[in-house]
């Protein structure tokens, strides 16, 4: 790819990031254009510059802390029309390993989140460009809908998302898709951290939960403690029937915990990995 892909990619890119924000929702705290203030800093003293605030941040540094953080990991300059924007804006999205994943499972390539002459073979060889960037949308899309933010930013990130697939597409036509619009929700970053995953569960580790943890313990010491007076009638026969009865709902619960537990996991592992896929045809409503 050329220079003029990059700046063309990057102008896209900060329409759908924006200008400065610092929603209480987003983790990444203060953000200008994309940039939050702890990359802002890292950026000026890697340069030995004084620290600033990030709504200070001028073009030329927006501009080259996208191609050195994002553009150059995903080695945009190396891969096809329409296919470098797509990763690009996903590296931004969601970090540049995560995005890569996205293409390598698309690829039917190892995801190692790292692109090298087997996933630009496969990119060579690859049919249908359009088809790809459909399958890659689809995929980050499956993430984003699994993240603990989706609620919040869930319809920003479907506009955006629609706005680069159909972009995306165009590109790789040799044609020019949409504008891109910008809305706030659609700029919060979705991040790996974000995950949806099971609740640590009350009373020890899932595998515990499952078993019964630590309540099922106590329900069975007060068992083995009342069980030479049962049998003569009396409150003494009734709790100990409750503790029993107590003992199978509480082993029935941790067994239902632990086999959602065990699926929930199961998805977010596929989420990670790029593995799952998410239907798309939604996008062509997302506001």
Known sequence: MTASSYDGALKRVLVHEGGYANHPADPGGATNRGVTQRVYDGWRTRKGQPARSVREITPAEV???????????????????????????????????????????????????SIGAATLGALEAHPDHDALIADIIARRLAMLRGLKTWSTFGKGWSSRLKDVLAHGQALARGSVGPKPTYTAAGAAPARIADIATPPAPIGGSAGAVAGGGGVAVVIDQAKDTLQPMVGGGGVVDTIFAGLVATGIVVAVGGVAYGIWASRRNKAASAILSGDAVADISGLAEAA
């Open 63 to 113: 501009a080259a802390i996208y191609d050195m953080q994002y553009w150059d990991k995903v080695r945009g300059d190396d891969l096809p029309a329409g296919i470098d924007y797509v990763v690009f804006d996903g590296g931004v999205h969601s970090g540049p390993v995560q995005s890569v994943k996205w293409l390598q499972r698309a690829l039917g390539v190892a995801a190692d989140g």
